[in-house]
């Protein structure tokens, strides 16, 4: 069973930047494909931006690129999200989650099979 713990999360003024932080645990991370996604009030769950298990692939919604990366570090079991250059339609709470299945990124929620809590970011005009 994988178990995802974000962190990272915080409110900052719009330009500024956040870097968020998923520990990966209970399973093998490289042949986990992982994703970032976000939920603001009153709206779906969004894709943000996914990383390939093998790390040949890379996808961001066109509202983040440019402006956030995503990187994974095998030998912590960490993902990361950088986000740059943040604005307040990027306040959300972010969810790391991982998908074991299909070994590409997918943008679909229900494409993966384990999820974060969530760490909220907020920011401020």
């Known amino acids: 069973q994988v178990q995802l713990v974000e962190s990272g999360g915080g409110l900052v003024q719009a330009g500024g930047s956040l870097r968020l932080s998923c520990a990966v645990s209970g399973g093998t991370s490289s042949k986990n494909t992982m994703a970032w996604f976000r939920q603001a009030p009153g709206k779906e769950r969004e894709f943000v931006a996914g990383?390939?298990?093998?790390?040949?692939?890379?996808h961001y919604a066109d509202s983040v690129k440019g402006r956030f990366t995503i990187s994974r570090d095998n030998a912590n079991n960490t993902v990361y999200l950088h986000m740059n250059n943040l604005k307040p339609e990027d306040t959300a709470l972010y969810y790391c989650a991982a998908d074991r299945l299909h070994f590409i990124v997918r943008v679909a929620p229900e494409n993966y099979q384990y999820w974060g809590q969530g760490t909220q970011v907020t920011v401020s005009t």
């Open positions: 990383l390939s298990w093998s790390g040949d692939w890379i």
